[in-house]
């Protein structure tokens, strides 16, 4: 009886797998997904894929890569999609806020997030929180005000395109200044962190005795009879006078802290600048101040690409500001998904998962990324497979060690459509 070797029984494997999908889907894909079953539409007849419902049309057609998804998705993986756009809003005069913390989105264990909309003269009442609050303008003017632990104050006023910090602790406030107020999105550097949950000012002295602020203070007891007995959180103010005036109006005795808590992200030179996009970089090297918090800021053209890539040294927090497209997350198992995100939405990547984004629609997609680390770190794939011995590389992939030297070696962190 002729033996058969492993390396023969397995292409007689392969072979009459390869025939059977060819009868199941008149499509069959020529590569694609390799494990078993085949995935994917391409490999589905067409009564297999039809989904007869109960569905939401409306809503199903915002993430065409979920109910259709590339062949190559394979596994589960934790939701790594959420919004402010389905975020519970709470409205007071003076502006409003919506917040995504870990109860809401499980795999952020790191971050979590909040939208907010100052009117102008609106105010965040002068508050205080356990984590650090790191945040990105998205419209118009806001004054911010922060005292440190030394006794430095610092106020500021910021614009579209940039960010402030707060260390933990540190108690601060922000208005929005003319004509139509701010928006902005915070990171707090912890999933739990809740926007609805701080250090008011109002709540302290509503419950703390008279005798004791007026002993605190050096004032009479009379002076306190009317604050508000409930804390203010949003509440509509003046509009502040000038910067220049504000700044000497709360000048200290103790100086002006070493570093700035505001910073142009928006204006920093590109940590990459192509024809596809560019990255600009925010991390305790250039925003000093910032010890828990690094950031990208990415702008892709449409078509481009966020190459393949991974962070070692922290997750990923994602604010989607512009524009639309898709990421493709890929973990060990294999576990592959990809899902599709539009502005107001949240994106997560766990710490050393491969990623991709692509601009999927006809305008400049821009979105920011945020790290609980100090220093922005990142590995590109074609970095490290075109700065290890092609050989060894061709011996993975079958390819041609010719077209493995023309892979970019410099990390371009964009790629062309």
Known sequence: MESFSRRNMLAAGAAGAALAAASSAAHAATFGNPDEPPQGKINANPGSFRDPGPQNPALSSQFPDAVDPPATDIGDLAQFWSSFNNAHKRVQNGGWARQVTQADFAISDTFSGVNMRLAAGGIRELHWHLAAEWAIMTYGHCRVTVLDQKGRPYVQDVKEGDLWYFPAGFPHSLQGLGPDGCEFVIAFDDGNASEFNTLLVTDWFAHTPPAILAKNFGAAEE??????????????????????????????SAGSPPFPFTFSLSGVKPFRDNKSGTLQIADSTSFNVSKTVAAALQTIKPGGLRELHWHPNADEWQYWIKGEGRMGVFNAGPRVQTQDFKPGDIGYVKRAAGHYIENTGTTDLVLVAVFRAAEYQEVSLSDWLAHTPLELVAQHLNIDPAVLAKFPKDAPGLMPA
Not at 229 to 250: S, T
């Open 223 to 252: 002076t306190f009879k009317s604050i508000p007995l409930n804390d203010l959180w949003i509440f509509q103010g003046k509009e502040p006078g000038p910067l220049a005036e504000a700044q000497a109006a709360v000048a200290s």
